[in-house]
């Protein structure tokens, strides 16, 4: 059996196929296989695939016997045949050594689940300013490969994984056994990449992250997760609610909210709709001081520490410094994230 099994779903993609295929069999590691989960039919995306499973025996063909992304991914889970699974898209490119670098740190880190790599947006005239943040924010995720203790930036994801998805799907080597027990991939109506993870989190997994760019990832306006109602920010907030409501807040009815702009407002709707309600509403805003908002009293960073402890807090908030600052505010004064309170966007 291989190795690793590298699943690519594939629907209408013979404007890029090739050139996708291309990079995953120039990898420098060897013993892997490349399952081909072909989604919808098109003639010139299965010739392709046909050339390809004809001439070189490590690519595999099948067709997916649902409709869709996650019923193609749920199939290709299925057939695979590698103890590790790897992720890539039929548009993007593979660096060389990608499989090579993501499968040495988990022989290395037996524990570890799985990992992703850093990504580059291309080609450059598609990329938005949106995009090469998010790419930043993505690179910022990371160990130290010195560093005995967290080499591969497992507590940074841990951390992270309320603000946005922290390894970028295309990006993920997992193991199969770990992807199988949590369930695999499901449909609930939210992006279903974001889903798995913050389930694995949940579960106890440890994510890492190999800190180097090994991955390609193609923008273009017509992106599955551009297009589709699945990857809407409303369904983003409500997959980190369900995350919040099964975990930091499984104890308890009631939380802190930290930010009651429009981050923390949506944040807030969908965790209502699963039975939590903030108790108390911390703000800087100094309007709104002093205002009791839908039965929570507002007040400010400095009164929240000078009152016990009485519920978790969730600190929902746009932007890195607003981010920083609160995480300072809150460990200075002995409060231990991911136990006591959790940062989201």
Known sequence: MPAVTVMIPVRAAAATLEEALASVAAQSAEDFEVLLVEDGRDE??????Q???????????????????????????????????????????????????QREALVDDPDLAGVGCHVRFFPDADVTDG?????????SIRGDPHDPQ?????????????IECPLAHPTWLMR?????????????????DYDLLLRLLGAGHRLGVVP???HEWREAPGRHSRTHARYAETRFVACKAEALAQ??????????????????????????????EP????????????????????????????RPREAPLVASVAGADARRHIRNHLERAGWVELRDFVVAA
């Open 51 to 101: 050339a390809w499973t004809r001439g070189d025996a490590r690519f595999r063909w099948i067709r997916s016997p649902g409709d869709g992304l996650i019923d193609a991914l749920a199939a290709g889970l299925a057939s695979a045949r590698g103890d590790l699974v790897a992720r890539f898209d039929a548009d993007d490119r593979m660096h060389p050594d990608r499989l090579a670098q």
């Open 131 to 139: 995009m090469r943040r998010y790419e930043s924010w993505l690179a």
């Open 247 to 276: 975990g930091l807040l499984a104890g308890s009815e009631r939380y802190v909210l930290w930010g009651h702009g429009p981050t923390g407002r949506r944040l807030r709707a969908a965790l209502a709709e699963l039975g939590r």
């Open 150 to 162: 967290d080499p591969w930036g497992v507590s940074r994801v841990r951390r992270e994984a309320f």
């Open 44 to 49: 010139l995306t299965s010739e392709i695939l």
């Open 176 to 192: 199969r056994g770990v992807l199988v027990g949590a369930g695999g991939y499901r449909d609930r109506g939210w992006p279903e």
């Open 212 to 214: 180097r760019v090994l």
């Open 279 to 306: 108790a108390l509403i911390v703000e800087v805003h100094p309007r709104r001081l002093g205002q009791v908002i839908g039965g929570a009293p507002v007040i400010s960073p400095e009164a929240l520490l000078e």
